[in-house]
């Protein structure tokens, strides 16, 4: 079946009605990078990105309409960092619900009919073994953010680049609480000999048991290294679930070049691991941070023959 008649069998559904099994029935092209790509548009390094929802929207609305026109299935928000603890952080702890609910609309409006956006719901910067702050209130941070993208029109969630798995549960409870959307449930796995482990230890088996007891639509890897070694770790999540498996790895390891930090792998060398990325089970493919429309491009010029 074409792609433009694929997507176009969920133009118009309810956002509630989006069942990823479904829609990862073949194999789907998300969004690159935001940070450095607001960063590309004058964001000043450190500067709080959500702000920026309401202080420069077109600069937002810019960055997805061009992972749109680059031909992504799915975009993400302006919202990874959307919760009161790293809102407070730049002063803005009472503006979750304002900031990302704009977030969200931003991306509707440029996604148009056929592309599907999925809110970015990063960690809260806390860590939750150490006991510092009441579980009951990192829960309610992630269900207010949540409520507030639900109600800017998102059609999921996606909980990344989460790194104790704790945290993520506590996330993960609190946004099917909070919402009826469905929540992909993403860790970043950069440790250990194979860079298979999150940095606290967790495997993707870890992951993968643990989202499905709580009810997570998806699960996945982002961030943290490039896409060979996100091989693997789509491998051991296909083989630990059967909930659709999302990856979106970084352009590689980052290098500083001129005191500025780069990601030197371009699109076509991101692109040549999709094939393998496909074989080991990942039905959603992307990129995180470096990544842009061009590596989504090449992309899904590389998923052509094999999206299923």
């Excluded at 479904?22 to 960063?39: H, K, N, P, Y």
């Excluded at 600069?59 to 799915?74: F, L, W």
């Excluded at 510092?132 to 969630?157: C, K, N, R, T, Y």
Aim: glycine share 12%.
């Amino acid at each position: 079946m074409p792609r433009q008649q694929l997507l176009s069998e969920w133009q118009g559904k309810d956002a509630m009605a989006l069942d990823l099994r479904q829609f990862a029935s073949i194999v789907r092209v998300t969004d690159g990078a935001w940070g450095t790509e607001l960063q590309a548009r004058g964001l000043p390094a450190g500067a709080c990105p959500e702000t920026w929802n309401i202080e420069n929207p077109g600069a937002v609305e810019a960055v997805a309409r061009g992972y749109v026109e680059a031909g992504s299935d799915v975009i993400l928000t302006n919202t990874f960092g959307g919760n009161r603890f790293v809102l407070e952080r730049h002063g803005a702890g009472g503006r979750v619900a304002e900031l990302c609910e704009a977030g969200a609309r931003i991306s509707r409006k440029a996604a148009g009919d056929l592309v599907k956006v999925f809110a970015s719901v990063g960690p809260s910067g806390l860590i939750v073994m150490t006991g510092d702050v009441p579980q009951e209130h990192i829960s309610q941070a992630f269900a207010e953010a949540a409520a507030a993208l639900a109600h800017g029109g998102a059609h999921a969630i996606v909980l990344e680049s989460f790194n104790e798995l704790e945290e993520l549960v506590i996330a993960l409870k609190a946004v099917k609480k909070a919402t009826n959307l469905p929540v992909v449930a993403s860790m970043t796995f950069s440790a250990g000999p194979d860079k298979t482990r999150t940095m606290m230890g967790n495997a993707p088996g870890d992951l993968a048991r643990a989202a499905g007891e709580c009810g997570a639509d998806a699960v996945g890897a982002n961030c943290g290294v490039g896409p060979e070694s996100y091989v693997r770790v789509a491998e051991l999540l296909q083989a630990a679930t059967d909930l659709p498996v999302w990856i979106k790895p970084n352009a590689g390891l980052p290098v500083v070049k001129d005191g500025r930090t780069v990601f030197a792998m371009g699109p076509e060398e991101f692109a040549s691991f999709v094939p393998k990325l496909i074989d080991a089970g990942a039905d959603f493919i992307g990129g995180c941070c470096g990544t842009t429309p061009e590596h989504v491009r090449a992309v899904l010029a590389a998923a052509g023959q094999q999206r299923r």
